[in-house]
């Protein structure tokens, strides 16, 4: 499906042009998402709070990787360490003093089967995943639908530009640039930051997913 969604216009009294910018849409249902889980630990050595999350992040992959998650869509970013602290900062009474660290990761895995989400969220949270960062929708060959978009775009400039030279009386001349000013890639249909323990509640619906072009395009104003 694809639609205009944004047009300016002009008309050059000093050249005798009219150029339009116009910007076109189109929409695709996904099939993909990406999920993305943090994993945390916590523990009073730096050391071990590593260990136990390292030990962690590598159950949640070897259970997306049960679910027929990919190696190629599975990667760990984001390694961070942090001291834990008991005491006021800048207090005489109780000074502030390191008690213990938190160490976290992040894990993002793509899902091609759409029909198998909900499982793999189920087998994230069941294998120690505790953080659960976003769920994202899209498109595995976004292509078609960029290219609808532009078509969109295109075809919505000619009729402006049609209208324009309507309105002010003159006739359409030859085109003498199109130019493709880019556009969105497919837009996320959710995010969501929240614990895992509440990924249950949240509704997974796929929806569609918009697509944007623009595109800028001048004619002549044919000679009278």
């Known amino acids: 499906m694809s639609l205009p969604a944004f047009a300016q216009g002009a008309i050059a009294a000093d050249s005798r042009r009219i150029e339009v910018v116009v910007e076109g849409r189109a929409s695709a249902a996904p099939d993909m998402a990406t999920i993305t889980l943090g994993v945390t630990a916590e523990a009073e050595s730096a050391e071990a709070a590593v260990a136990e999350m390292s030990q962690s992040a590598q159950a949640v992959i070897d259970r997306l990787s049960e679910q027929g998650i990919a190696a190629r869509d599975l990667q760990t970013s984001a390694l961070s360490l942090s001291p834990r602290w008991r005491g006021e900062y800048g207090s005489r009474d109780e000074p502030r003093e390191i008690v213990g660290y938190v160490a976290e990761t992040t ?62 009386g003159v006739s359409l001349g030859p085109l003498v640039r199109l130019e493709d000013t880019g556009g969105g890639q497919p837009r996320p249909m959710m995010r969501a930051e929240m614990a895992m323990s509440d990924a249950g509640a949240v509704p997974v619906a796929e929806g569609e997913l918009d697509v944007t072009a623009r595109v800028r395009m001048v004619w002549k104003i044919a000679p009278e």
């Open 107 to 168: 894990v993002t895995a793509r899902v091609r089967a759409l029909d198998s989400l909900g499982a793999v969220l189920d087998a994230a949270v069941g294998s120690g995943a505790n953080v659960f960062r976003g769920l994202s929708f899209g498109l595995s060959e976004p292509q078609p639908v960029q290219d609808a978009a532009r078509r969109a775009a295109v075809a919505e400039a000619q009729r402006r530009a049609g209208l324009f030279a309507d309105a002010a």
